[in-house]
């Protein structure tokens, strides 16, 4: 793999590492893979819905900063807010 070019199955594990389990940081991904740092935040904003990135931040497992950078990179057409869940309700035959 040539210098600046990034695995995209990285960058998934990486993005799902950091913002959804808190088991890796941006801020240790910079110090082994520096390269892979914007497209991890890249991939977290087209991906993950707001509520999920807020809760990262919640949890410490981003800082302020990756917080703001992360969703300066989201656009309209991006996940926003996860829909609420509705569930069916069927009726039962009464006999």
Known sequence: MATGTVNTLL???YSQNVYTTGMNSLNNIEVV???YVAPVMLYAA???YI???DAALTKAWIT???HADTM???T???PQNQPPIEFLTTEVPTS
Do not use: G
């Open 46 to 48: 087209k991906t993950f």
């Open 76 to 78: 309209p057409e991006d």
């Open 72 to 74: 300066a990179l989201k």
């Open 51 to 53: 509520d999920l990135i």
């Open 11 to 13: 960058v998934k594990s």
């Open 33 to 35: 893979r520096p390269q």
């Open 64 to 66: 302020p900063v990756e």
